[in-house]
Each structure stands twice: as C-alpha cells, then as structure tokens.
C-alpha cells in the first residue's frame, strides 16, 4: 500500500518552513511603524532564503512588500498614512529553485501609525506639575492641541481659552504626604474633558514597546493614577488611555534617577512624561495590534 502511493506521486512533498513568532508592533511616528518577531526556528536549514514582508491596506490591496535577510527580528516600514489601519504579513522564504523546502505559512499583525510626542509646545520636556506648586507651574495636561500639534501644559487654576483642551491634571494628595494623582479633567471640574486609563500599565523605558494585543475595552475603567514617592521601581511605565473625543494613546512615565516615577520633592513634585497619540478617533490601533 505504502509502495504504491510512492510509486504515483509526481515528487516529493515539500516541507514547509517555520513560520516566525511572536510578531508585534508599535507605531513609531504618524508615518511609521516598527514590527519585532522572533526568527524561523529554520533558519539553518540550507535552503532557506530569508523574510519576506508585505504590507496590506484595509481593503486588502498589497501598497509595499520588503525582503528581509536572515537573523533580522525587526523592521521599520515608512511612508504610511497616519491613522490608517494596515495589515504586516511576514513570510519565512526558501530559496529560489528550492527542492525540499518551501514557504512557510504567513504571521500577521494590524497596526496604525500614532504620532510620537517627546515635547511640549515650547519645546521642553513634558513635565505637569502638581497642584500644590508654589512656582506658577502648570498642572494641567491638553495630550495634543489642536493649534500647536503638541501636547501643552497649561494654569488648572487660571487655563484662559484653554480650558476645554485639557484633558487630564496631576493633583496633590493631601491624604497621602509625597504623592499625587494623574486624574481625568472631569474631576476637576465637570465640564471638561473625561479621560479615562486602562487598567493595563507596562514596566518599560521606551514608547518603543511592541505588543501582540491591546489591553481590553472593558479595562478603561480608570480616572486617575496614584503615584507615590516611598515606592520604587525599576523601569518607566506606559499607561494607556482613551480620550473625551476617543483619540487613544500611550503615556510613558518616566522614571526618576532616585527610582520613582515622582521628580522633585513636595510641593514641587511633576512627571517627566512622553506621549503617543492617535489623532484619529476610534482608533486603537495607536497603542497595539487588535
């Protein structure tokens, strides 16, 4: 029986190759996003040929495709469309004229273009200071303002014809000595912007952090982050969140050199912040793949 399925077979079969793993993505700037992924577990086969990267639009039509050589775990495509969502397809290739290998299955990931924003609108770090600052610093945040394209830092008290920009306020904590709250606007006062943060934080140092998923829908349940200045911690964190206008996006906190997440001491105490933000509504795809 053996022998007679051998004896009519046209060839043999060839033998797929490993698919990568593990493929992620995080947007890079408004016209860029970066993929990681872990390399072929055939990567010492002989005729093996390397990775082969397509990108999809969201009708399905191919707009770039990329080769990419063997024992390379990332890549950076550009000249996206911001807020578009595409499709990454990464095949593991074999050889032209291979004759006992052939391509492996494809991996694929969506994922968005979200700007990157490391200053506020004069230029300088993002720092919000808490309320109980003495030095007439901020403690308002706008994520992304509409006329400067950047995230500004604006007076609670005394905002002007910013008000209705602010999305979110780092309030000193009375009932705690040393810490402060990132909160929604809403809190301060009820007729600015609602802006609300998943559950889901993550323990790195770069906005540079790719994922498979984003967190759940049902975990942007948060209005405000408590941040003490007793607790330590070994890396900077990014929290996600979604805005009044449901533009969303990703803030990294960044870590202070005395190991927390607070810079300075009371009443002068602020977050050192960069953010990521999808200016088109709706789109989750600014923080990770769906």
């Given amino acids: 029986m053996l022998l007679g399925c051998e004896d009519n077979s046209t060839g043999a079969e060839k033998t797929a190759l490993a698919s990568v793993t593990n493929l992620k993505a995080y947007s890079v700037s408004e016209t860029s996003v970066g993929l990681t992924w872990i390399s072929s577990t055939s990567e010492n086969v002989s005729e093996f040929g390397g990775y082969a990267i397509t990108v999809k639009k969201p009708n399905g039509d191919v707009q770039l495709t990329f080769s990419v050589d063997k024992e390379d775990t990332s890549f950076t495509i550009l000249t ?124 790195v140092n770069s906005l540079d952090n790719a994922q498979i998923a984003p967190p759940d829908t049902s975990t942007y349940s948060l209005t405000s982050i408590q941040f003490d200045s007793t607790t330590t911690v070994s890396t900077s964190r990014i929290y996600y969140f979604k805005g009044d206008n449901g533009n969303y996006g990703r803030i990294l906190v960044q870590r202070a050199s005395n190991g927390t997440l607070i810079w300075g001491t009371t009443p002068e105490q602020y977050l050192n912040l960069k953010v990521s933000y999808q200016t088109v509504a709706y789109n989750p795809y600014s923080k990770r793949n769906q």
């Fill in 80 to 203: 996206l469309t911001e807020g578009v969502i595409y499709t990454f397809e990464i095949v593991t290739t074999a050889i032209e004229g291979a004759t006992s290998y052939k391509n492996s299955s494809t991996v694929s990931v969506k994922w968005s273009p979200a700007r990157r924003l490391n200053a506020d609108d004069l230029g300088v770090d993002i720092k919000v200071y808490e309320t109980s600052s003495l030095s007439s610093f901020g403690s308002g945040l706008i994520l992304y303002h509409p006329t400067t394209h950047t995230p500004k830092v604006v007076s609670i008290g005394n905002p002007g014809a910013d008000s209705s920009y602010i999305d979110l306020y780092l309030k000193t904590n009375t009932a705690t000595e040393g810490s402060v709250i990132l909160q929604s606007a809403s809190l301060f006062r009820s007729s600015w912007k609602l802006t609300r943060f998943s559950s889901v934080y993550r323990s």
